[in-house]
């Protein structure tokens, strides 16, 4: 059985970031304006004569905006994790053009849909189920995009090399959510840092535990 070494997952994704810092921020900031596009055209609450806050009404063109807001959404995070992968395996040779890969769009939406279902049905039982699940199903977007498997064998796949590795998972969370903590905590600029690192930290930890 595989041993996941979360020390060696952050190293590795420093190490890595150190390469090419700039360009993986770059990355990382041309992602984030993209998912904000979408926003810009919604509906936005404005504050009334008397100081209240106004709710502006629903139209068919702010559903609209919505759905799109929900395509990109998906379509950057396949992107990013198109391109977390290369530049895992491959730094110098990532590009920004492995930010589109809108290939796995179906089978990535599905597999998020029915996990996100899932998940949260556990959260509301007893939280710890739904834990389970979310550490269970860390990898399924990889096991998408790299091997190209439908949301049902992705699923199945991530549970498969996820077993007997849950409790490692869950502290190498814990050890992310940490980083990207102070990466905010530094006026939010950190996260420039602290994201790229665990993105490439996390493909890390699913390479080890998928070999």
Not at 19 to 36: D, E, N, Q, T
Not at 39 to 49: D, E, N
Not at 102 to 108: A, C, L, R, T
Request: net charge positive; glycine share 10%; proline share 6%.
């Amino acid at each position: 059985m595989a041993t996941l070494s979360i020390g060696n997952c952050i190293n590795y994704g420093w190490e890595t970031f150190k390469k090419r810092p700039w360009f993986l921020i770059g990355a990382l900031v041309l992602a984030c304006l993209i998912s904000a596009v979408p926003s810009l055209f919604g509906p936005h609450p404005h504050v009334g004569p008397d100081g209240e806050l106004i709710e502006p009404p629903i139209t068919a063109f702010h559903i609209i905006i919505s759905i799109v807001s929900i395509v990109v959404s998906f379509l950057v995070a396949i992107g990013l994790t198109n391109f977390s992968i290369r530049a895992h395996d491959n730094v110098e040779g990532v590009q920004l053009s492995d930010l589109w890969y809108p290939k796995p769009f179906w089978s990535f939406a599905a597999a998020h849909i029915v996990a996100g279902i899932a998940i949260g049905i556990g959260f509301v039982l007893l939280i710890v189920p739904g834990v389970i699940l979310m550490l269970g199903w860390s990898f399924v977007r990889y096991l998408i995009v790299e091997r190209g498997l439908g949301p049902i064998n992705a699923l199945k796949e991530s549970w498969r090399i996820t077993k007997g590795h849950k409790w490692q998972l869950f502290l190498f969370g814990l050890a992310l959510f940490g980083i990207n903590l102070l990466g905010a905590l530094a006026i939010g600029i950190g996260l420039l840092v602290s994201v790229p690192v665990t993105m490439i930290a996390v493909v890390h930890a699913y390479r080890t535990l998928a070999t």
